[in-house]
């Protein structure tokens, strides 16, 4: 039997049949189990921010276990402490810090932490994606998604995405949180106006609620800024808000998540009010540490940002891409037709990783580390790619 054939006889299938077995990384590339190597233009899903096999990151989790791997939150540990110092930092706010093990978590910690204000309603966009326990799941709109498992968590309401006047028409005094996320990524990477996070910070506070924004996806570089929702490219006026859930690029493949609450939200919750046994193990805190010393010291923000536009530009320059969106290396492709399913196997085949977030969208959100040569190699090879998938332009589409 083949490992497809296996995987399908020993795993659920809520994933599908995947497309192929890994078996190692380095850098940007990755290597299947018959010894194909592709350029790795997905990253986990935007988790991957120093690559496969990053030195740093192996030495501290390395390091780490050999000297204390796990303790419960019974303890306290250095790296805890210190990792969550440093995220407070980067968000230049005071505050409090929840450590979870992956999104859904991070965002369950914080859908707790807004029913601590005594109100229930929270404000969501249409087109989130917030995750799929029970809780992330009330909060994510997509309803493929939601049906299979309803009655959900109430009182949540869905407004359009980056439309400000229906956020207002929504939000009122009972309204706990207004919850966003600064570019909608499962959605296929859309960036709200620039106005748009100011104004629902606005509108949260005019009625006493939090503004959550839920930067799993964005956060820790992502767009070349720490955080989106400080990245002037994507965001007007300053916005600080009170919850902001940050995880998968977090330690770059450790399993993390964090539920951050400036000023006096990161009170709300009391002794027994949460928990969990590995959120913010050493190992997992020690790992982050290391991923945002990379991006520090190896100026990796600046590079997220020159990558991001010269991938973005390269692959915009093929007719039959009519839309491409993002920021940093978090980039969103419309196609001129529906066959985004055709173009991450062309995409495959010719050795490159690619997502496809819906039948018109490609999403890229390639690792920090990814080099010159790996994005000449892939815009040199896009047109071929949307060749093979059979593509076509708008005019010959509709023709
Ligand atoms: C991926 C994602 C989540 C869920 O994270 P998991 O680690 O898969 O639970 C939540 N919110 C956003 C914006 C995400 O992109």
């Known amino acids: 039997m083949s490992w497809t054939e296996r995987y399908s006889a020993a795993l659920m299938n809520t994933f599908g049949t ?55 939150n ?3 540990s250095v790296p805890q402490v210190t990792l969550a110092e440093r995220l407070l930092a980067e968000l230049g706010t005071d505050g409090r810090v929840f ?17 601590r204000t005594g ?32 009655p959900l968590p109430g009182d949540v309401v869905f407004v359009p995405y980056g439309d400000a006047a229906a956020l207002a028409e929504a939000v009122d005094d009972t309204t706990a949180a207004v919850l966003v996320e600064p570019v909608q990524g499962e959605a296929g990477v859309v960036v709200p106006p620039r106005d748009y996070l100011p104004a629902a910070q606005r509108i949260a506070h005019d009625h006493g609620a939090l503004l959550w924004l839920d930067e799993v996806q964005t956060g820790v570089g992502r767009t070349g800024t720490w955080f989106a929702h400080r990245n002037p490219a994507l965001v007007g006026d300053a916005v600080v808000p009170d919850i902001v ?22 009170k ?8 969990t046994t590995f959120g913010g193990n050493p ?4 790992a982050a540490l290391a991923v945002m010393d990379a991006i520090d010291e190896d100026g990796l923000l600046d590079r997220v940002v020159v990558l991001g536009d010269r991938l973005r530009t390269g692959v915009a320059a093929d007719p039959r891409v009519t839309e491409a969106r993002g920021q940093g290396l978090l980039i969103g492709l419309d196609l001129a037709e529906p066959k985004s399913a055709e173009v991450v196997a062309a995409a495959q085949d010719l050795g490159f990783i690619v997502n496809a977030t819906t039948p018109d969208r490609i999403r890229l959100a390639p690792p920090y580390v990814l080099t010159d040569a790996d994005v000449e190699a ?20 509709t023709a």
């Open 18 to 72: 995947p497309k192929m077995v890994l078996a190692r990384g380095e850098g940007a590339h990755v290597w299947d189990v018959d010894g194909r190597e592709y350029v790795d233009l997905l990253g986990g899903i935007a988790v991957n921010s120093l690559g496969h096999a990053h030195p740093r990151l192996v030495g501290a989790v390395t390091e780490q276990m050999q000297s204390l791997g796990h303790i419960s």
């Open 74 to 76: 019974f303890f306290a």
């Open 99 to 115: 450590f979870t093990n992956s999104g859904a978590e991070a965002n369950e910690a914080a859908f707790k932490l807004t029913r």
């Open 119 to 150: 109100r229930t309603k929270v404000v969501v966009a249409e087109g989130s994606f917030h995750g799929r326990t029970m809780g992330a799941l009330a909060l994510t709109s997509k309803q493929a998604y939601r049906e299979p498992f309803e």
């Open 245 to 266: 859930t940050l995880a998968k690029g977090l330690a770059g493949g450790v399993p993390i998540g964090a539920c951050i609450a400036t000023g006096g939200s990161g």
């Open 268 to 275: 709300l919750f009391d002794p027994g009010n949460h928990g």
């Open 283 to 286: 190992v997992a805190a020690s």
């Open 378 to 397: 892939f815009v040199t090879a896009w047109p071929r790619i949307l060749d093979q998938a059979g593509v076509r332009a708008g005019a010959e589409a």
